[in-house]
């Protein structure tokens, strides 16, 4: 421990004298001090990611920009305001995000937050396979000839994990012989949501939130408007297979796309699994191949 504190105290006088500070000295603690910071502050903002708290957080920054922006220009009233406003919003803030605050605080203090840590390189991974793909198309124009009615979520960046918990674990990979069995009329699990994570189905029967909308067509059921809610608060992509017509439609963005094909719905499947994933060129090659096949 001497031998590393040394180093690093001769290192931080090399540098101090390059750049004219010699009475700056960094020292052990200091830089455990700066990783420590470091994790704690990545952690932060991986919670803000991963939750409703991110389009807030981009909203408290506009916020910040206009504070800014009278405190330059001396606006005395906005100043007053967002200074008498800060402790009430504050408050407001950890009441409103309590769930989410104490799921982050679980999560770390779970084993592998250490290992999170040091394995962001792969976050541009696809994130489910071709033969998730394969299998969800499958299963879902397969329910539609029979007007089974089905409803699934797939998860992108942000968590499911508050929709999970109200339906019933399943934890088993995805086929399309499960999600048919799944949906199966007068089943226990067939009515609800399932949501996808990866190449597993995590849950089923889950509750989703269900769209308030007035752009949304009056004849459209529950399935639909909560296919809509989920795509409204998450980055996520929501199967609808209407129990009425048989038709498949698409939920994404907090827009609905009805009676979509086989393709259009591989495409938008492609689409989620390489989002932030470049693709090369001898991947397209196979998957074109295979398309044709």
Known sequence: MENISGML????EKTSLVLGMSDI??????VVEILIISFLFYHVLLWIKNTRAWNLFKGIV????????????????ILWLAQNLLNVGLIALVIIFQPELRKALENLGTKNSLGKLFVMGKEGEAKFSDRTIDELVKASFAMGRVKTGALITIEDTISLDEYVRTGIDVDAVLTSQLLINIFEKNTPLHDGAVIVR????????????????????????????????ISEVSDSL????????GKVSLAMRGQIYHDIDAESLRDKLLYLQNRNHEVTGWELIKRRLKNEK
């Open 62 to 77: 506009i916020i910040l920009i206009f504070v800014a922006f009278a405190a330059v220009f001396q606006m005395t009233t």
């Open 198 to 229: 990866g190449d597993r189905v995590l849950s089923a029967t889950c509750y989703l939130p269900l769209s308030d909308s007035l752009s949304l067509s009056k004849d459209l059921g529950t399935r639909h408007r909560a296919a809509v809610g």
């Open 25 to 30: 000295k960094i020292a052990f603690g200091d």
């Open 238 to 245: 929501t199967i609808v297979v209407s129990e009425e017509t």
């Open 9 to 12: 105290n001769e290192f931080t």
